[in-house]
């Protein structure tokens, strides 16, 4: 267990005031557990998304050639 120390702006004060004593009939502690539970809860969905963008953005070497034109594709060499 830990004990935390917060100081938050006067408007985010009495709105999450107002909110704990609606859905948490008070219970401080487990507004903010519920609230880091759920920051923690994203951050762990985020990470293996940006990763895979990451992938997709950097591509993935198959081998072959690389065509720069579609023209290229069809050029004829004469002999």
Do not use: W
């Not at 539970?37 to 293996?48: F, G, N, Y």
């Amino acid at each position: 267990m830990m004990t935390l120390k917060i100081e938050l702006e006067e408007s985010l004060d009495k709105k999450f005031s107002r909110l704990v004593k609606e859905i948490y009939h008070g219970d401080v502690t487990k507004a903010v557990s519920e609230a880091v539970r759920v920051l923690l809860e994203d951050m762990d969905k985020e990470t293996p998304r940006s990763r895979q963008l990451k992938l997709m953005s950097e591509g993935f070497n198959l081998g072959g050639i690389t065509i720069k034109s579609r023209e290229e594709i069809y050029e004829r060499q004469t002999c």
